[in-house]
């Protein structure tokens, strides 16, 4: 809106008044209709400045104005520029290939090798009466909300290990995401070395190529995968026209996160009918908590709830939750089940040899990816010793990796309370802050991390990586040189840490590239 002053117009500044408040509650009901996301009243502030942004760069004045400029005619399609441009906002693109351990884990060593044995004996019923021979094995694969793609290029890479063979099999693997931007950098697949934080030193050899500006896929995995457009909320599905149905595997991990209750059961509806039957659903560690899975087989495995579609009518009438036999943990549709804890009598003597060979078998479980094993065995630890750190911290670590970051935050707590100057529990703080799209206090955590342990390779390249992300270069840079300077005292050919098997000359490298 412009005034005069004098002979010369000025431009007002777009603000937010009290009268803006209806039109931002319209705003949260539009996006959630459109996209299916649901914009927490705790979020809405960090909502309303992110719209600042677009609205001075569209030149408009009021939220009002630009809830109208998006539900004109030309701008109603989700998929217009400006509705892109706002998608970019809402979401959070940070993401990594192999993600989570455990779910990845499962697909390699137990439900993929599972859909392969399945497929390839299918196809050997199947005969073209034409030429009496058979079909070829069919394998479909679907990353529904695959970000920037290293999810999809992962599972791809998975097949091509179990599958030497892949070129007689028919293998879709489709990636869609309503990110449009996200999806056109998928498609060059060339990542930063931040993409590879839990990827193997062999794996990252063999499948990728060194780039300018960091690693590119190599093109036979590229060649895999095929990256669509989508919006899970609105599109119709199964949709034989776009190849979406008879799915033998969706995987659809941290993008339920975004969504109010009624779309996520909406969608999941629509995935069971596009899976085929016996076909998988994965989805992120507790992200279906309370919604009506009944038409799903659920399985239980030590990593990860997989939910499966029945083989036959019949099945589905069937009592389901079949529960494999390696562990109890159901995926927060009912709580974690634990044998109970053992007595202690009067006068019981805790010996250092009984928390030790406890606190060995919670590491080994750690290492097995049977975190519900962890938990267990750190309660009983925790039982005999309240003040055991450890035992707090392997608890925060397995509650993480279901994904149950309340409880994983609540174990880290009790651990700096015992231990106020430890980093460990900062770290783990920090990975969930991340992973949750908390940007803020990630930043604080490994700025406590730096503050207690100033020489901490791991939290300035995280920090560093962050600011690099939010596009802050300058606090980058600092971050980058102090990190050099930390390298340049270390043995080169050292691994990071046992995590992170990197070395620091090869560390070195990137940050230096960084720098220049």
Not at 138 to 148: I, M, N, P, Y
Not at 268 to 279: A, E, H, N, Q, V
Not at 458 to 480: D, F, M, P, V
């Amino acid at each position: 809106m412009n005034q005069m002053i004098g002979d010369r117009p000025i431009l007002l500044e777009p603000n937010f008044q009290d009268s803006d408040d209806f039109s931002l509650s319209q705003m949260v009901d539009l996006i959630a209709d459109t996209f299916g996301i649901h914009i927490k009243p705790q979020y809405q502030d960090t909502l309303k400045k992110n719209l600042l942004t677009r609205i001075s760069a569209l030149g408009l004045c009021s939220l009002n104005d630009y809830y109208q400029f998006l539900v004109t005619t030309n701008q109603l399609i989700p998929s217009g520029t400006e509705w892109q441009e706002l998608i970019s906002l809402l979401t959070v693109t940070e993401t990594y290939f192999f993600r989570d351990q455990g779910q990845m884990s499962l697909l390699k060593n137990q439900l993929l090798p599972e859909l392969i044995e399945r497929k390839r004996e299918l196809s050997l019923t199947q005969c073209n009466t034409a030429n009496r021979e058979f079909y070829r094995p069919t394998l479909r694969l679907w990353s529904a909300g695959c970000s920037t793609g290293e999810e999809a290029y992962s599972l791809a890479i998975l097949v091509k290990e179990l599958l030497p063979d892949n070129q007689i099999w028919d293998i879709l693997i489709l990636a869609t995401d309503i990110n449009q931007p996200a999806i056109a950098l998928a498609q060059q697949g060339i990542y930063s070395e931040w993409s590879f934080r839990t990827t193997t030193p062999e794996i990252k050899s063999r499948y990728f190529r060194s780039h300018k500006k960091g690693w590119k896929i190599d093109p036979a995995i590229r060649a895999m995968v095929t990256f669509k457009p989508g919006n899970l909320m609105q599109d119709n599905y199964p949709a034989y026209a776009s190849s979406i149905h008879d799915f033998d595997l969706i995987i659809c991990r941290n993008v339920f996160i975004y969504f109010d209750f009624k779309a996520i059961a909406q969608i999941i509806d629509k995935f069971y009918c596009s899976l085929t039957p016996g076909g998988f659903l994965l989805a992120g560690h507790t992200e279906l908590h309370g919604q009506k899975t009944e038409l799903f087989q659920i399985k239980h495995f030590p990593q990860s709830a997989v939910y499966q579609r029945h083989s036959s009518l019949n099945e589905q009438n069937k009592v389901l939750n079949t529960i494999t036999p390696a562990a109890k943990f159901e995926s927060r549709e009912t709580e974690i089940s634990y044998p109970p804890l053992p007595s202690l009598g009067t006068g019981f003597e805790v010996s250092g040899d009984t928390q030790k060979t406890l606190l060995d078998a919670a590491k080994e479980s750690l290492i097995k990816e049977a975190y519900a094993d962890v938990i267990q065995i750190a309660k009983q630890l925790i039982a005999l010793a309240p003040q055991h750190f450890q035992a707090y911290c392997l608890m925060a670590e397995a509650y993480a990796n279901f994904g149950d970051y309340s409880q994983a935050n609540q174990a880290c707590q009790q651990a700096l309370d015992i231990s106020p100057l430890a980093i460990e529990p900062y770290h783990l703080l920090a990975q969930i802050a991340e992973d949750q799209g908390d940007h803020n206090s990630a930043k604080l955590f490994l700025k406590r991390i730096i503050y207690l342990a100033p020489n901490s390779v791991n939290a300035h390249l995280e920090l560093g990586s962050i600011y690099e992300r939010e596009g802050n270069e300058k606090q980058a840079q600092k971050i980058w040189r102090s990190l050099l300077e930390i390298l340049q005292n270390l043995p080169q050919e050292q691994a990071i840490d046992s995590n992170n098997q990197q070395t620091n000359a090869e560390l070195k490298a990137y940050v230096l590239k960084q720098l220049n």
